[in-house]
């Protein structure tokens, strides 16, 4: 197998292992050194955002923490349930690129969530060292923080 197309195959496996909630073996697919960015603006502006915490702050979660949050926000779905299905991969040397969507239904509130996300991850020695996450950040605020 092609280091391409088996980095593909770890992508793959990270969506499962994550929607399966299989931190053991989602935790195996992550380098000790890994960092996970959801990329976002920093500035919180309107009087209705102020207070919510930045997604992008430097250098990243480490994998302990992408590791908790992960845990976390599951926990606050209906049934534990949190969908990660991937679509369309590009990969390149150390570089997959895929787009998925995100399903899942907040148990505080009933609101549905189905982001749309553009993830760039970076492999190597088949390992995940680096998770860039893009996505409809209104929607987070909406569907987990908003009253």
């Known amino acids: 197998m092609s280091s ?68 976390q926000t599951q926990e606050m779905c209906v049934d534990g349930r949190f969908d990660l299905i991937p679509d369309e991969f590009t990969c390149e040397a150390e570089r997959v690129a895929f787009e998925a969507t995100g399903y899942a239904v907040s148990k505080q509130n009933g609101r549905i969530y189905d982001n749309r996300y553009h993830h760039l991850m970076r492999i190597r020695r088949g390992k995940i060292v680096e998770l860039r996450e893009y996505q409809d950040t209104l929607l987070v605020f909406d569907v987990w923080m908003a009253p």
Do not use: M
């Open 4 to 71: 391409i197309s088996g980095n593909k195959q770890i992508a793959l496996a990270f969506c499962q292992n994550y929607t399966k909630g299989a931190w053991d073996e989602l935790a195996d697919l992550l380098d000790d050194d890994f960092r996970w960015k959801s990329i976002a603006s920093q500035r919180r502006q309107s009087s209705v955002l102020t207070g919510i915490p930045p997604l992008n702050t430097e250098p990243g979660y480490d994998k302990k923490d992408t590791l908790s949050i992960f845990r």
